[in-house]
């Protein structure tokens, strides 16, 4: 299995600075033959589901603010949430979908400093 | 609008079986892998499996294969969680989710609202 490890546990950023999450999976994710990394980045508040932030490292889904970007290939990708928002508090999980199963990191649980 | 329903909270004791259920609308049900991930209490997401019900198609985690049972009925456009023995360890919040792509596996671009399920003698 692909195992996902998300770096740091836990961080504490100022309003209005910059986030950001790191997410290293222990084999690439990056596809040859499509030149796609297999990396997708989810948000959860507690007593709510999930929510799909991105896609394909990179792609924003619609609706998620632009202050969200996904980067990185292969192995080490980066979540990083610019100029944060007291709504952004919650956990955030990379997944990979690369192989089967589809396994997600350990979580980073983002507060306000 | 695509829309998973899930099945309410459940407390069971310890040896009873199981069986929980995600009710899906708004999209081809049988044309989608529908998954199930397991949050503990204070921990993290854990992908189970995944079903794809135009053919009933399942891949299993290694660590939730024989321990629990996916399946769907695409007559109802549900799929489902089953236990045939829970232990306390299975006290956990359930959600299904849809995976975004179609005929393949994937990420998940839609997600019930969660399953409680405490187990306790």
């Known amino acids: 299995d692909i195992v996902m490890t998300q770096s740091p546990d836990s961080l504490a950023v100022s309003l209005g600075e910059r986030a950001t999450i790191n997410c290293k999976s222990s084999q690439t994710l990056l596809w040859s033959s499509n030149n796609k990394n297999y990396l997708a980045w989810y948000q959860h508040k507690p007593g709510q589901p999930p929510k799909l932030f991105i896609s394909?490292?990179?792609t924003r889904e619609s609706g998620v603010p632009d202050r969200f970007s996904g980067s990185g290939s292969g192995t080490d990708f980066t979540l990083t949430i610019n100029s944060l928002q007291a709504e952004d508090v919650a956990i955030y999980y990379c997944q990979q979908y690369y192989n089967s199963p589809y396994t997600f990191g350990q979580g980073t649980k983002l507060e306000i400093k | 609008e695509v829309q998973l329903v899930q099945s309410g909270a459940e407390v069971k004791r310890p040896g009873e079986s199981l069986k929980i259920s995600c009710k899906t609308s708004?999209?081809?049900?049988?044309?989608?892998?529908i998954g199930w991930v397991r949050q503990k209490p204070g921990k993290g997401l854990e992908w189970m499996g995944i079903?794809?019900?135009?053919?009933?198609?399942?891949r299993y985690s290694s660590t939730f294969e024989g321990q629990v049972t996916i399946s769907a009925d695409k007559s109802i456009s549900t799929a489902y969680l089953q236990w045939s023995s829970l232990k306390a360890s299975d006290t956990a919040i359930y959600y299904c989710?849809?995976?975004?792509?179609?005929?393949?596996?994937?990420?998940?671009?839609?997600w019930g609202q969660g399953t409680l399920v405490t187990v306790s003698s």
């Open positions: 989710a849809k995976v975004a792509v179609l005929n393949k596996g994937g990420w998940f671009d839609a």
């Open positions: 394909w490292a990179s």
């Open positions: 708004g999209y081809s049900f049988t044309n989608y892998w």
């Open positions: 079903i794809y019900p135009g053919d009933s198609d399942i």
